[in-house]
């Protein structure tokens, strides 16, 4: 048997191999070990030939899904080994084999889930011919993959993981050739890695796996790049699986540019899907927006929230469907109770592929479909082509609801192995049998009276236990009264234990009884999943077509609720906001949330330099005008009275900063990384929020730095931006570039307290307040004296305009807007081979260096 092991051992040596051992499930040698130590059993030992006892520990069979649970949240990958045969009628060794493997990417069961995240393993390739990532969640059937080429290649990877948040990652190459993406994984992610195994991406294959897939798929138009990656996840897929996964049929193909790109910083600044202090839902953007009912529908939202669209049609298709929602009370009111019972069909149907569905899978499968006519019935009336669509394509299932009803019973027992789910009535076979068994127990208790009427033993009893099946027990004062027909079967200290032929030919029956009907209802009950799997298509059509409802009645109730109102989205220049409120920060606050306007273009008002103290607001008011814009294009309604957001292609936030101690980068540094990667990729299309730039290093320096990327910002890129500071000396920028306006929180200054009213108003702050920021903070009042004697005699021995500290020229701080880009021209000029660089190549060459200028 260990040889058996071992064998089956040596193809999984990077799983934990449970081993189907009787009733148990056990582990080996270091997997005894590493399972002793996560799931807490006692470890023990078992001769395996050797010296020393193999370590060795196990769980029951029938509840071993906690235990893989847990091994495979925290990281580790399981192999379940099966006895493929009866062990009763087996030959020698009992012959076993792998029949599934859990990883954390590729997990199905609903006990190992968050309802409301997909669950993603993704794939990564890079090479000569470009690079791309496949993102597959085989526990709904969604696979996806987007091309990720350029010179800036790695920081689209991480921008894509972190929307995504795989749980399992494979790439085709070794991190350690890219830097910065194994540095975010090791950092940032908590997933699994299985690094460099090019052997899953090699084309000719790939291509082979997404041609068989994807049948309607034109695999020889996809860029090769792209077709390595999703090959390779299918691979992966179709390995664990260990079954056929047709069922994933459409690959969803996007461009990173085709959605509104958010980069990794960006979306932890704003606080999408997860707060930055907890790093738990509540307190983001995502929690404020989910009031869904279904688990589709929570992974749809989220989707959308991780995903705006830059496509204003989109966009509008969207708003228009949640428009017909927010304004009919009764129809979102009906839609909300209507959906509250409709169960998670994406894994429903996920697990009937994987033959892992049981009855009560399937009367959930029922209950969601019984309430899909009414839920249709619902949405009739609506106009909206999105909801239209949804009505169309979503099909009622209505005999597959009731062939579910007719044969399973309501409360159906957990396991299909041992009868008792069948519906009476719907098979005449399985209704006989049951009648045998019913009147098998009659017709013991009619013997047991007719023996002791026979006998004369009235203490005489039929019974019955595993080792002898049924008998007839006298006690040793009746001994004499025994009729020679009965047999001895066993000699007890007080009785005696017999058979009779009559009485075997019953138990005969009976027993035969039971265990065929329990074979004939798993049969039966493998017939009808292996019908609903006929019937997949269907079933997936329509948990999309709830998943979609469900996340649009969502951003309609979350409008009805808050108070939001639809913006006009288009492809304009113009961010035009009346009274907008932060989403997230009003829900926490007692006092009425303070709203405030936005003006942005790309001409007179492109860059609003923001000045103030801290704890005024500056920071909730920029993430608050990103946010606006985000959920505009996430299709939902905002929070304002009125609002006019013109699609931007992308949005950066450099909020905040902190030392990043695991990759030994300081706080400056990581701030200068993350302006660089801005002005790289920012556009006159974006949005960008900077709060604070140059405030890890020297006053001089961070001003300096400051000032440039505020004229270089304004004057090259010309993007919408909101620029928070505490440099007072750049405010003199107002008129001198174009397209900077100067804007302050306003406060009021009564003695020596301060009151912040929260209000942003055009002009520069006439003071920083910091002293009085130090008051309301509870500094000792000796410091606070002290503070102002020093501020006192500092300002006295400054010039009168050193005092007013206006801002130096361009010329006096030697800052041009090229200094921002002479360092990349020139990496770039010695980069190239002067031997081995061709006339077109090089005009080419000239073309990128002179768009940098």
Same mark, same amino acid.
């Given at each position: ?51 020393? +006892? ?7 069979? =029938? ?36 029949? /599934? %493997? ?29 690079? *791309?990532?496949?993102? &597959? ?18 920081r689209r990877m991480i921008n894509e993981l972190a929307a995504f948040c795989p749980k399992e990652i494979i790439t085709s190459f070794p991190l350690s050739e890219q830097p910065s993406l194994a540095d975010y ?14 052997? /899953? ?23 090769p790049a792209l077709v390595c990656a999703v090959g390779a996840a299918i691979d992966y897929v179709t390995e664990t699986a260990k079954t056929d996964i047709s069922y994933i049929d459409t690959l969803s193909l ?12 960006? /979306? ?33 939202? $989220? ?43 994406? +894994?429903? !149907? &996920? ?114 236990? /595993? ?20 047999? +001895? ?23 035969? *009884? ?14 009808? $999943?292996? =019908? ?8 997936? &059509? ?8 469900? &996340? ?40 009425p949330f303070v709203p405030n306007d936005t003006y942005l273009d790309t001409m007179k008002n492109r860059l609003l330099l923001i000045t103030g103290p801290n704890m005024a607001g500056k920071s909730t008011y920029?993430?608050?005008? !990103?946010? %606006?814009?985000?959920?505009?294009? #996430? ?12 699609? #931007? ?12 101690? !695991? ?191």
């Amino acid at each position: 048997m260990m040889r058996q092991y071992f064998e089956i051992k040596n193809q999984y040596k990077d799983h934990i191999l449970m081993y189907r051992l009787g009733d148990f499930y056990e582990m080996f040698f270091d997997d005894a070990k590493t399972a002793s130590r996560v799931l807490e059993l006692t470890l023990t030992g078992r001769d395996c030939g050797e010296d020393e +006892r193999a370590p060795m520990c196990g769980v029951p069979f =029938h509840s071993v899904e906690p235990y893989i649970a847990k091994l495979v949240n925290n990281g580790y990958k399981v192999a379940i080994c099966e006895q493929l045969e009866d062990p009763a009628t087996a030959k020698g060794i009992v012959k076993r084999g792998i029949i /599934r %493997i859990i990883t954390p990417g590729t997990v199905t069961s609903s006990e190992m889930l968050s309802e409301d995240k997909n669950n993603y393993v993704c794939s990564i390739y890079a090479g000569s011919d470009g690079a *791309a990532l496949c993102f &597959a969640d085989v526990s709904t059937g969604y696979i996806g993959a987007c091309p990720v080429d350029g010179d800036d290649a790695q920081r689209r990877m991480i921008n894509e993981l972190a929307a995504f948040c795989p749980k399992e990652i494979i790439t085709s190459f070794p991190l350690s050739e890219q830097p910065s993406l194994a540095d975010y994984i090791k950092n940032r992610m908590s997933c699994t890695v299985n690094e460099n195994e090019p052997e /899953r991406f090699w084309e000719l294959k790939a291509a082979s796996l997404c041609r068989k897939q994807f049948p309607s798929c034109d695999v020889s138009a996809l860029p090769p790049a792209l077709v390595c990656a999703v090959g390779a996840a299918i691979d992966y897929v179709t390995e664990t699986a260990k079954t056929d996964i047709s069922y994933i049929d459409t690959l969803s193909l996007y461009e990173a540019d085709g959605a509104l790109e958010i980069d990794a910083n960006t /979306r932890r600044s704003l606080e999408l899907c997860e707060s930055m202090r907890t790093g738990e839902k509540k307190g983001s953007l995502l929690w404020t927006l989910d009031c869904t009912k279904t688990a589709g529908g929570a992974r749809m939202l $989220r989707k959308w929230v991780e995903l705006p669209l830059c496509s204003v049609a989109e966009i509008q298709r969207r708003q228009d469907a949640v428009s017909d929602l927010f304004s009919d009370f009764m129809i979102r009111e009906e839609l909300c109770e209507g959906l509250r019972g409709v169960l998670d069909l994406e +894994r429903l !149907a &996920a697990k009937l592929v994987y033959e892992t569905a049981n009855a009560r899978d399937l009367r959930a499968i029922a209950q969601s479909a019984s309430k899909l006519p009414h839920v249709r019935e619902l949405i009739g009336p609506c106009q909206s082509e999105m909801l239209r669509s949804i009505r169309d394509n979503t099909d009622d299932l209505s005999d597959l609801c009731e062939l579910i009803e007719s044969a399973i019973v309501e409360e159906p027992p957990f396991s299909i192995r041992e009868g008792g789910f069948i519906k009476e009535g719907y098979s005449k076979d399985v209704d006989y049998l049951r009648s045998v068994m019913k009147d098998g127990k009659r017709w013991i208790s009619e013997l047991e009276a007719a023996e002791r009427d026979k006998t004369g033993i009235k203490n005489l009893r039929v019974s019955y236990n /595993r080792v002898f099946g049924y008998y007839i027990e006298v006690s040793k004062s009746f001994i004499s009264q025994v009729p020679d027909r009965y047999i +001895r079967k066993q000699t007890l200290a007080n009785c005696e234990r017999y058979i009779t032929e009559e009485l075997k030919e019953l138990e005969s029956s009976m027993l035969g *009884a039971s265990d065929k009907v329990v074979k004939l209802e798993y049969d039966m009950f493998v017939e009808i $999943r292996r =019908h609903l799997c006929d019937n997949i298509a269907r079933i997936r &059509a329509s948990a999309d077509g709830i998943s979609r409802l469900d &996340a649009l009645l969502s951003l309609a109730v979350a409008a009805e609720k808050y108070g939001y109102v639809r913006p006009e989205v288009n492809y304009g220049d113009v961010i035009n906001i009346k009274n907008g409120r932060h989403p997230v920060v009003e829900r926490f606050t007692e006092e009425p949330f303070v709203p405030n306007d936005t003006y942005l273009d790309t001409m007179k008002n492109r860059l609003l330099l923001i000045t103030g103290p801290n704890m005024a607001g500056k920071s909730t008011y920029m993430r608050q005008v !990103a946010l %606006i814009t985000v959920m505009a294009q #996430v299709g939902s309604f905002v929070p304002a009275t009125e609002a006019v957001i013109g699609v #931007v292609d992308r949005v950066f936030a450099r909020v905040g900063a902190s030392d990043d101690l !695991a990759s030994g980068t300081s706080t400056f540094m990581l701030e200068m990384n993350e302006v660089s990667y801005i002005l790289k990729r920012a556009t006159k299309k974006s949005l960008i929020i900077y709060d604070e730039i140059g405030r890890g290093t020297s006053t001089f320096d961070g001003m300096s730095i400051a000032r440039a990327v505020v004229e270089y910002t304004a004057s090259k890129i010309g993007c919408k931006t909101l620029f928070a500071t505490h440099y007072h000396e750049l405010t003199e920028m107002e008129g001198i570039v174009d397209g900077i306006v100067n804007y302050n929180i306003a406060a009021k200054k009564r003695g020596d307290t301060i009151s912040f009213l929260r209000k942003i108003v055009k002009g520069a702050a006439n003071d920083s307040y910091g002293i009085e920021v130090a008051v309301l903070a509870g500094v000792p009042k000796k410091v606070i004296t002290r503070a102002r004697e020093v501020l006192a005699d500092i300002e006295s021995k400054m010039p009168e305009r050193q005092r007013t500290r206006p801002a130096k020229s361009l010329e006096d701080l030697n800052i041009t807007m090229e200094t921002v880009v002479s360092d990349e021209i020139r990496e770039a000029v010695e980069a190239v081979d002067l031997n081995t660089t061709t006339p077109l190549e090089a005009y080419d060459l000239l073309r990128k260096l002179k768009g940098m200028l």
